[in-house]
């Protein structure tokens, strides 16, 4: 286990602690970029109200709801559509940044999950996420694909992790697209900035117990 990360039983044991839940839904795809670049994959994140690049979810209360449950409901507000969440795509656990916990009397930790999905589903939640969601064009700006292509001009995915994430959502996308084999671990499109990011996250992380 990764420093400052912990398991799903471990964060559920931590006293005084908030909680909060996101998931990556991503898909095979056979689709091709002006029908010549295989896109392969289509990964599923948001923009949110505070201009910030991140994946659905949000707060939930194990005292009320499990974290599962806390999940899909805050997916049917923010994508208009009921996704079923279980504790087999709970992938890991760590406090948030200390800007966010660190210095707060109530620390927060972050739950990822990641649930594959068919190309089909996914659409659908796309299309519900712009025209049935409750928080859309409120805390969700709108749905954003993952670019994991490379582009001769350097465009695609490198150029996608050059914006800002909230709190390590970077870190979460990329050691998702790593462990799943979504990209190569030698892709160019992952760039040393993310490899120095993911240190200094590390580092922090492991100074907040």
Not at 112 to 130: D, H, S
Not at 143 to 150: A, F, I, N, S
Not at 157 to 166: E, Q, T
């Amino acid at each position: 286990m990764a420093s400052g990360q912990m398991s799903r039983a471990e964060a559920l044991l931590c006293s005084g602690c908030r909680h909060a839940c996101h998931v990556m839904l991503y898909s095979d795809t056979e689709s091709k970029l002006f029908g010549k670049i295989p896109i392969r994959h289509v990964v599923l994140m948001q923009m949110r109200f505070d201009g910030l690049l991140g994946f659905p979810g949000g707060l939930v209360n194990p005292a009320k709801e499990t974290l599962e449950d806390g999940l899909s409901r805050e997916l049917l507000e923010e994508l208009g559509v009921a996704i079923p969440i279980s504790e087999e795509y709970h992938v890991e656990a760590c406090f948030a940044p200390p800007q966010a916990s660190c210095f707060s009397s109530s620390r927060l930790i972050l739950h990822f999950y990641v649930k594959k999905m068919e190309e089909q589903q996914i659409l659908e939640v796309e299309k519900a996420a712009a025209s049935t969601a409750s928080d859309h064009g409120l805390e969700v700006l709108g749905m954003v694909r993952v670019p994991l292509y490379t582009m001769k001009n350097k465009g695609g995915l490198g150029l996608f992790l050059s914006h800002s994430f909230i709190g390590n959502a970077q870190s979460q996308l990329v050691s998702s697209l790593l462990r799943l084999n979504l990209v190569s671990p030698t892709s160019s499109a992952l760039p040393l900035q993310y490899v120095l990011t993911q240190q200094r996250i590390n580092y922090i992380l492991s100074t907040c117990h």
